[in-house]
């Protein structure tokens, strides 16, 4: 086995026991061999090839790259961060996800920037829609 995929083994065996697989998605490593190059996956994006290897050159050489794993896990941290963020941002935006009216169970349809419920007069204040 190649000393990357032995790091890709390495770092899946550790996401593997991060415990994320009780929610409904679990990150992996993907590691692909094709005629045209290798190159590893993280989250659904390419975080390295063979062809372009994007990691950074060691101070005042230039042939030495950083280290593969701490490359690896630099980007895996980056994903990671920027899905946080993005769990942030929506966090604030109200939305009532069965579509049912909190007031009598009726069903709310989106009628421009509010929701209005089809039994009653409950309908969601404008700014609360974004
Ligand atoms: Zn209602």
């Known amino acids: 086995m190649s000393e990357v995929k032995q ?5 899946n065996d550790k996401l593997f026991m991060s415990d994320s ?5 679990f990150c992996y490593l993907e590691y692909t061999e094709t005629p045209i190059g290798d190159f590893i996956k993280y989250y659904g994006q390419v975080i390295w090839d063979s062809e372009n ?25 980056k994903i990671a961060n920027v899905l ?3 769990s942030d941002a929506v966090k604030e935006v109200k939305y009532y ?12 349809k989106e009628s421009g920037y509010t929701w209005q419920c089809d039994s ?5 204040p404008e700014g609360d829609v974004e």
């Open 21 to 25: 697989h009780e929610y409904d998605y």
């Open 84 to 86: 946080q963020k993005s």
């Open 7 to 11: 790091i890709v083994k390495e770092l």
């Open 97 to 108: 996800p069965l579509g049912v009216c909190p007031e009598c169970q009726g069903t709310l």
């Open 120 to 124: 009653c007069e409950f309908n969601t």
């Open 53 to 77: 290897d994007y990691r950074e050159y060691a101070e005042d050489t230039d042939d030495q790259r950083e280290d593969m794993k701490g490359y690896l896990i630099k980007e895996i941290s």
